[in-house]
C-alpha cells in the first residue's frame, strides 16, 4: 500500500462518526433551546451546561428556571450543537450524500411496515423508531429532557436497532 493511498484512506471522513456527529449536534441544539425556553433540567429547572459537562456536583448542574434565559453555559452548547452539526453534515455529503441519508430517514416509518422485508429488518426500523418516540414522548411528559434512565433505555433500543440492520446488510 502506498503512503498517498493509505493516508486518504485514515483521512476520509467515517459514514458513521458523521451521522452520530449529525444526530448529537441536532439533540443538542433541541435540548438547549429547550433549555433557554423552558429548563430542560426538571420542571422549573435549568441545565448549567458547564457544570454538566465538567461533572461538577448535582447541585451546579442545574438552577432554578423563572423566564426565558441565555446564560454562557448555554451559548458553549448551542455553538457545540452548531459545530457537531456542521461536521456531521460535511461528512455525510462527503460519505453518503445528505439526500441519501435524508431519504433514509424518511423511508424508516415506511420500512417498519413493509412486509417484503425480514423479521429483523422490521424488528430493526421497529427498535430505531421506538427509541426515538419513546424519548420524545417520556420527555414531554416528564419535562426532563437529560434523564439518564431514559437515555439507556432509548439508546439500548436505537443502538440494537441500527446494531441488527448492519448484521443484515452485511449478510446480503
Known sequence: MSEGSWKGEVTRPSGFLSILSFCAGLWLSLVSVINILVGAFAPGQKIEWLGFFSGSTLADAYSEHTSISLNSGDIVAIALS???????????????????????????????????????????????????????????????????????????????????????????
Not at 105 to 133: C, E, H, T, Y
Not at 142 to 155: E, L
Open 82 to 172: 452548531t459545530l457537531l452539526i456542521f461536521i456531521g453534515t460535511k461528512g455525510i455529503q462527503s460519505t453518503i450524500s445528505m439526500d441519501n441519508f435524508i431519504q433514509s430517514v424518511i423511508q424508516r416509518p415506511v420500512k417498519m411496515m413493509d412486509a417484503s422485508g425480514s423479521v429483523s429488518q422490521i424488528l430493526s426500523n421497529w427498535m430505531v423508531v421506538g427509541g426515538f418516540v419513546l424519548y420524545i414522548i417520556w420527555s414531554m411528559i416528564y419535562t426532563t429532557w437529560v434523564d439518564p434512565g431514559i437515555y439507556s433505555v432509548c439508546m439500548v433500543m436505537i443502538v440494537g436497532g441500527l446494531g441488527m440492520e448492519a448484521l443484515n446488510d452485511s449478510s446480503e
